[in-house]
């Protein structure tokens, strides 16, 4: 049977990272990034000009809290089977950014993104347009207009076409876009196919949209997918079901909500997770030297 202590410390994991979060202005968004994945992941976060300092590890039940200023654009996925030294240098399976922990480019497909524009309102999506290589959901909250959750809750890895399929030791790691494998105007939305009235739905992007119906499935897919909203808050999950109670950073307080619309939260003080961080310390010694 598994040291209570130790599992209280498994379910309060969470909050640990989240606690760090320095103090907001008004002038900023927060956006609460969730690891529900089974093992490790090295989100990629990017403004769109500026490719620098965006990367970092998250295990399995840890968030981490980024802040954004008003008219920020940016990217954020996730990169997988990574594994880098203590330098920070390194490669990844799915996702890579260069070669460093902090991006120094775009994330190389196959990677399912989640793309803002922040500005009055915000516009938000999650695109599998560069291929799929984990669960995204996007959550906005606090906020008011549309507001609906977005993204791809199914494991296209699962139903990829073998054509699309990208492979490590056998095993399916991500699904590629009908773009990159074939790299045709048809799939690609370019040349005489460079408009939303000539690029239609192929049997490939009909096959994303099946699994992911709340997801970009390929360049001109934008009445089913892009969402907008007002002065929100964001959770970006990872292998997050809706239905999951998500904790997130908001108005300096700690709230949590299920993911399923619902507006209701418990707001917990900054403080009085300062104190538990400081219980936890103690139960850490306990374990140690016991």
Same mark, same amino acid.
């Given at each position: 049977?598994?040291n209570?202590?130790?599992?209280?410390?498994t379910?309060?994991?969470f909050?640990?990272?989240?606690?760090s979060?320095?103090e907001?202005?008004e002038s900023?968004? $927060?956006f $609460?990034?969730?690891?529900?994945c089974k093992?490790?992941i /090295?989100p +990629?976060l990017?403004h769109?000009?500026?490719?620098?300092? +965006?990367g970092f590890?998250?295990?399995?039940?840890?968030?981490?809290?980024?802040?954004a200023?008003? +008219? /920020?654009s940016?990217?954020?996925?996730?990169r997988?089977?990574?594994?880098?030294d203590?330098?920070?240098?390194g490669? #990844? &399976?799915?996702?890579?950014c260069?070669t460093s922990i902090?991006?120094?480019?775009?994330?190389?497909?196959?990677? $399912?993104?989640?793309?803002?524009?922040?500005?009055?309102?915000?516009? *938000?999506?999650?695109? !599998?347009?560069?291929?799929?290589n !984990?669960?995204?959901a996007?959550?906005?909250?606090n906020?008011?207009?549309?507001?609906?959750?977005v993204?791809?809750d +199914?494991?296209?890895k &699962?139903?990829?076409?073998?054509?699309?399929?990208?492979?490590?030791?056998?095993?399916?790691?991500?699904?590629?876009?009908?773009?990159?494998?074939?790299? $045709?105007?048809?799939?690609? #939305?370019?040349?005489? *196919?460079?408009?939303?009235?000539a690029c239609?739905?192929?049997? *490939?992007?009909?096959?994303?949209?099946?699994v992911?119906?709340? %997801?970009?499935?390929?360049?001109y897919?934008?009445?089913t997918s892009?969402?907008t909203?007002?002065?929100?808050?964001?959770i970006?999950?990872?292998?997050?079901?809706?239905? &999951?109670?998500?904790? *997130?950073?908001?108005?300096?307080?700690?709230?949590?909500?299920?993911?399923?619309?619902?507006?209701?939260?418990k %707001?917990?003080?900054?403080?009085? /997770?300062?104190?538990?961080? %400081?219980?936890?310390?103690?139960f850490? !010694?306990?374990?140690t030297?016991?």
């Amino acid at each position: 049977m598994a040291n209570p202590v130790s599992k209280l410390l498994t379910h309060l994991l969470f909050f640990i990272v989240i606690t760090s979060v320095p103090e907001l202005s008004e002038s900023t968004k $927060t956006f $609460t990034i969730v690891n529900y994945c089974k093992e490790t992941i /090295w989100p +990629g976060l990017t403004h769109s000009e500026n490719f620098s300092k +965006g990367g970092f590890a998250l295990k399995p039940s840890q968030s981490a809290v980024y802040t954004a200023p008003d +008219g /920020w654009s940016g990217r954020i996925w996730a990169r997988t089977g990574c594994n880098f030294d203590k330098d920070g240098n390194g490669k #990844c &399976q799915t996702g890579a950014c260069g070669t460093s922990i902090n991006c120094t480019v775009p994330g190389s497909p196959p990677a $399912t993104i989640a793309e803002f524009t922040l500005g009055e309102p915000d516009y *938000y999506d999650v695109s !599998l347009v560069n291929g799929f290589n !984990l669960p995204i959901a996007v959550k906005a909250v606090n906020g008011s207009g549309n507001c609906s959750t977005v993204g791809c809750d +199914g494991d296209l890895k &699962q139903k990829c076409p073998s054509e699309l399929a990208l492979k490590e030791n056998d095993k399916v790691i991500a699904c590629k876009s009908a773009c990159d494998v074939f790299n $045709t105007d048809e799939y690609c #939305c370019r040349g005489m *196919y460079g408009n939303p009235v000539a690029c239609l739905p192929t049997n *490939y992007s009909k096959s994303f949209k099946q699994v992911c119906p709340a %997801a970009y499935s390929y360049a001109y897919d934008d009445p089913t997918s892009i969402t907008t909203c007002s002065g929100a808050d964001f959770i970006v999950t990872f292998c997050g079901s809706r239905n &999951q109670t998500v904790c *997130y950073y908001h108005d300096k307080q700690l709230a949590c909500n299920g993911f399923n619309g619902s507006n209701s939260f418990k %707001a917990i003080s900054h403080s009085w /997770w300062t104190l538990m961080l %400081a219980l936890l310390f103690m139960f850490n !010694l306990l374990i140690t030297f016991s």
